[in-house]
């Protein structure tokens, strides 16, 4: 009997801890997506059937006034709008399907729509999931503001590749790769995913400019919520002294011109991992699945609202850097057939489309076995 309320209890606690605020990141995320595919395809005068958080049975769901069934589905992990038309996986219905829509169904069908309409709407999903990550951010920085440091050389770790280049204590960096810096942070920022590369920083040392070529070496450190992570280095450390450390508040629209900076860098770092993954430059442990994404919603959930919500707003934009990708079935395959359309001035042929969404599945779905694979026995 002991055992079994033990286990009811662990069972217990771990509903409210991690899978309670699993599924809150999850639906925050797909649902915005999938409204932004919806809401666009009205604008654009697309009729819509279903609109599903989630896949398989449905759970609980009800009709509009419309006649679009919004329903909760049994796999919390997705969702889709189904429009009016797009019926196969290539949104190009056969011909007895094509001829089963009446008149009015015709003039909405998303397959028969222009195709800036359906680029838009399938452009949409991304689209909205970049937007609540910049909304979740302004509001951050409206609410806390931002601490900040000058990006100073305070002290030089010793067998570094900073001391084998040749940086000293009081230098202050300017530029790195190119990109100009104002703060440490930003030094931090550009240097942690380039480990192995070879990165020119020009330093400001007294009244000249000095031009210092570091490699960044590869180190484990834990973040903030738990961790592990691998980051890369230079072995440059910034202090109060010379850092000067001060927060900044931001108003409104400074506040907004932040966040869309902040999103701008996650998704550029997304891409630059992605790009040395591929090239087998990263770590395969770097990358989670839904297993990772549970224990980092409980971790956030333990820490307060406000980490989990900034976890959503991370999780967004990768969500939407992720299906952007050209390849079928993710949005980008989609707007990549459109974009050929666009050229050509006819649609790509059934045939062509249902080959490359074959591939894509098979690639999407070998994505996902390995990201599981990572989550329960890789690292």
């Given amino acids: 009997m002991n055992e079994f309320l033990a286990t009811f209890f662990s069972f217990d606690n771990i509903v409210f801890t991690t899978i309670i605020p699993f599924l809150f990141v999850l639906t925050v995320v797909v649902f915005v997506h999938e409204m932004g595919h919806y809401l666009v395809g009205r604008w654009c005068g697309i009729g819509v059937r279903e609109f599903s958080v989630g896949f ?4 609980v769901g009800f009709n509009d006034r419309r006649g679009t069934r919004w329903k909760l589905s049994a796999i919390p992990l997705g969702g889709y709008v189904k429009f009016v038309g797009d019926m196969s996986v290539a949104s190009d219905p056969s011909s007895q399907e094509d001829a089963g829509l009446s008149a009015q169904e015709r003039r909405t069908a998303f397959h028969l729509q222009p195709v800036w309409k359906r680029a838009a709407t399938v452009f949409a999903g991304p689209a909205f999931n970049f937007l609540l990550t910049i909304a979740v951010f302004a509001v ?20 570094s590749p900073a001391e084998a280049a040749g940086f000293q204590p009081g230098d202050r960096f300017v530029t790195v790769d190119g990109t100009r810096v104002y703060t440490f942070g930003d030094v931090q920022r550009l240097v942690s995913g380039r480990a192995g590369d070879p990165i020119v920083f020009v330093m400001a040392r007294g009244e000249e400019e000095v031009a210092l070529t570091a490699t960044p070496d590869l180190v484990e450190q834990t973040d ?50 992605l790009q040395r993954f591929v090239s087998g430059r990263e770590d395969r ?65 059934e045939r062509v489309m249902e080959l490359f969404y074959r591939v894509g599945m098979l690639a999407v779905l070998a994505f996902m076995g390995f990201v599981f694979w990572n989550d329960l026995f890789g690292c």
């Fill in 56 to 59: 398989g049975p449905e759970l």
């Fill in 285 to 349: 442990c770097q990358l989670g699945g839904p297993v990772r994404i549970a224990d980092m919603a409980g971790k956030a959930a333990s820490l307060g609202f406000e980490w989990l919500v900034q976890l959503v707003a991370v999780l967004s934009v990768g969500i939407g850097f992720l299906n952007l990708l050209p390849i079928p079935p993710l949005d980008g395959g989609h707007l990549a057939f459109y974009g050929v359309e666009a050229v050509m001035r006819r649609p790509v042929s």
């Fill in 140 to 159: 951050m920085f409206s609410i806390y503001g931002r601490m900040i440091s000058e990006p100073m050389v305070a002290e030089v770790r010793a067998g």
């Fill in 224 to 273: 903030a919520l738990g961790n592990t992570i691998r980051v890369g280095i230079i072995g440059v450390v910034n202090n109060e002294e010379m850092g000067q450390p001060r927060h900044i508040e931001y108003g409104p629209v400074e506040s907004v011109a932040e966040a869309v900076k902040e999103t701008g860098h996650i998704i550029a770092r997304t891409g630059q991992f």
